[in-house]
């Protein structure tokens, strides 16, 4: 009799042992990765800083911004302003407008995300200028080369007033010119499209320039 109740506690200590050797490792909750998000940064951007966001809401009164004949001309004596945040708009094709990449070379602290955010809205027309065809050095590809000027127009949404108007305009580039670091030089023949240079920081020292309003 006593040898049975000792092998019945020793049973009963070896059951205790093998559960907690390996409950934990076959009954405990499964641990969850744990999920990291990273803002994308742009390559491209002076400022370096994570790509501005939008709400959709923005996107569906785009055509409403894009239409200059909705807001009103300035008094003759304004001078030019800015009303932070802003909305920047390609009315390149004025039956598709869309927003424009401009936006991402301000702070984006200075970037609507939102209709209700919107100060300033930046339209942004597009013009290219044919500057010539160029030859590649090192294997005689030719390129017909492009530059872009900007027809911009500002606008201060709240009041529904145009604020500013101006052009940029790309100098043009020599009979030698580099693009990303491959040499170019005129030549003839029927090449592909090349933008070479656009006013992007022209426009942009403009813009910071300009006094901020409330």
């Given amino acids: ?40 940064v742009f390559e491209d951007s ?54 424009h990449p401009f936006r991402h070379y301000f702070n984006p602290e200075w970037v609507a995300r939102n209709p209700i955010e919107i100060g300033t809205i930046i339209l942004i027309k597009t013009d290219e200028n044919f500057i010539g065809n160029y030859k590649r050095e090192r294997d005689g590809t030719i390129f017909a080369i492009y530059t872009q000027n900007w027809e911009m127009t500002m606008i201060d949404k709240s009041k529904g007033m145009i604020v500013a108007k101006k052009t940029f305009q790309c100098p043009k580039p020599t009979s030698k ?30 813009i910071k320039k300009l006094p901020l309003i409330n």
């Fill in 46 to 99: 002076p400022t370096k800083e994570p790509r501005p966001t939008h709400n959709w809401e923005v996107e569906k009164h785009l055509n409403e911004y894009a239409n200059i004949s909705n807001f009103k001309n300035p008094p003759s004596n304004l001078a030019p302003y800015l009303k932070l945040k802003i909305l920047t708009v390609d009315i390149t094709n004025l039956s598709h407008p869309k927003l």
């Fill in 177 to 206: 010119i580099e693009v990303s670091n491959i040499a170019l030089n005129l030549a003839m023949g029927i090449p592909p499209k090349l933008i070479y240079n656009d006013p992007r920081q022209e426009a942009l020292n403009y």
């Fill in 1 to 40: 009799m006593r040898k049975r109740a000792v092998s019945a506690v020793l049973l009963v200590f070896i059951v205790i042992v093998m559960w907690e050797i390996f409950s934990p490792k076959f009954f405990s909750d499964p641990v969850q990765p744990v999920k990291q998000t990273v803002e994308p």
